[in-house]
């Protein structure tokens, strides 16, 4: 996986590739489906979420620049790969999961696996998770139409957002990074179009 589906895709952060490989992801999929667990492509988890394909949450984990003491909201965190991930780079991880029982499942998982550098909430991520904010990067998991507002609010200036933003087939993995125009002036967003991707939509309560 490392050397087919990362390095020779142009993963070339050390820190990804090295938490890329200490994260046991046939521990996030269900049983019959460990086989295939290292394969590039996405697995399904249950509540019509799947896990990403590695590929994708490598690249996603590389563009948000994040290193130790990074502060990050993980918007979806479905079985809690990615959150995984997140902190072996060195991440204090706030994840947001809409679903209550993959939040609760994931939320075991991680303990399980003894780590402890993340807390997960049962929330509506389109809301973020303010009372933790401001946050160094933000990564939503699944896709909206457009860039929820409250997230721009809740990050930092000179950090950076990553999500796919589209819908159906018509999807692009985007990277805004946050910028002030002078000392103390107003704060803008820098986009950046990565490539196409396919994810599941982002879901709200009610």
Not at 74 to 92: D, P
Not at 96 to 122: M, P, Q, T
Not at 175 to 189: A, D, F, I, N, Y
């Amino acid at each position: 996986m490392i050397e087919i589906d990362l390095k020779a895709r142009g993963i070339a952060d050390p820190r990804v590739l090295v938490a890329m490989n200490r994260v046991p992801r046939h521990e996030f999929v269900r049983g019959g489906l460990a086989r295939s667990a290292y394969e590039d492509s996405p697995l399904g988890i249950g509540y019509d979420q799947t896990i990403s394909q590695p590929f994708m949450v490598a690249s996603m984990t590389e563009n948000l620049c994040v290193g130790e003491g990074s502060r990050v909201l993980e918007i979806g965190s479905g079985c809690g790969y990615q959150t995984a991930v997140l902190m072996e780079v060195g991440a204090e991880v706030f994840a947001v999961e809409i679903n209550a029982d993959l939040a609760g499942e994931a939320s075991n998982r991680l303990d399980r696996l003894g780590y402890d550098r993340f807390e997960l909430a049962c929330r509506d991520g389109r809301s973020g998770w303010p009372e933790h904010a401001p946050y160094d990067a933000i990564l939503i998991a699944a896709a909206a139409e457009s860039l929820p507002p409250e997230l721009a609010e809740q990050i930092e200036v000179g950090g950076c957002i990553v999500a796919p933003i589209g819908q159906g087939r018509d999807q692009s993995l985007i990277k805004w990074t946050k910028r002030s125009e002078s000392p103390g002036g107003r704060e803008v967003l820098i986009e950046h179009k990565l490539y196409p991707v396919r994810f599941v939509p982002l879901l709200m309560k009610g």
